[in-house]
């Protein structure tokens, strides 16, 4: 099993649309995620941090289910703009440091 | 805050050349620096972990005396692809941290092309 999995997609979602992405990690000794959005031929840009107490940044809310070893992101009544790849970062703290990027979920938003 | 600056973003230069990219973190003194390298349609792939004062942790497959990597302080990190050749052909990107558990702040990415 991949330590951080994630749909690759694409998701093809109409504007205005409500889209959901989920995140698994495999490690139980995760502790602080990430969700990051790369454009295309971009640098990633941190989105926002993930908290188990879930967190909301305007059209965005993150949730962690530490049980069930998932993290997810909602962007409600989406945008042009908000077409990119989003990528959840997980950071694992055993004997190393150790930061895992999944391969990231492609969305198109359509007009 | 948190800005993280990469220098240059263009490279294009013969092969055989040394070619180092800067990375700076501006705002902040950065614990940890990483170097990533993305081919196109690919995903990000670690290449060193960068310590400031320490030598660098590479990733398995990442040859060290290819990819020098210096972090002499708590705000540069250097990268020097030495005698690249047009397969090292990347966009390279680093990031850096406070701390651990904090979030990667990314620098702009350097486009290396090598002729």
């Known amino acids: 099993r991949k330590e951080v999995e994630q749909d690759p997609g694409p998701f093809n979602v109409p504007e205005g649309a409500t889209v959901a992405f989920n995140c698994t990690y495999s490690?139980?000794?995760?502790?602080?995620f990430f969700w990051y959005r790369q454009d295309c031929r971009k640098e990633p840009k941190l989105l926002m941090s993930?908290?188990?107490s879930g967190n909301e940044d305007g059209r965005f809310t993150a949730q962690l289910n530490r049980a069930s070893q998932y993290i997810s992101l909602l962007i409600r009544d989406s945008k042009l703009s908000d077409s990119a790849t989003y990528l959840c970062?997980?950071?694992?703290?055993?004997?190393?440091?150790?930061?895992?990027f999944g391969k990231g979920t492609r969305l198109h938003i359509l007009p | 805050g948190a800005v993280v600056s990469q220098h240059p973003s263009w490279v294009i230069c013969k092969s055989g050349t040394s070619v180092k990219i800067e990375c700076r973190s501006l705002?902040?003194?950065?614990?940890?620096m990483f170097w990533y390298r993305q081919f196109p349609k690919q995903s990000l792939m670690l290449m060193a972990t960068?310590?400031?004062?320490?030598?660098?942790?590479?990733e398995q497959g990442v040859e060290k005396d290819k990819f020098l990597i210096n972090h002499a302080s708590l705000t540069l990190s250097t990268l020097t692809v030495t005698s690249a050749h047009p397969e090292d052909s990347s966009f390279y990107i680093c990031s850096a941290r406070v701390g651990i558990n904090q979030p990667q702040h990314f620098g702009d990415g350097t486009r290396l092309s090598i002729l």
């Open positions: 960068s310590n400031e004062g320490s030598k660098a942790t590479y």
């Open positions: 705002d902040f003194q950065a614990t940890t």
């Open positions: 993930v908290y188990s």
């Open positions: 490690n139980s000794a995760s502790q602080s």
């Open positions: 970062v997980v950071n694992i703290k055993n004997r190393d440091d150790k930061i895992i």
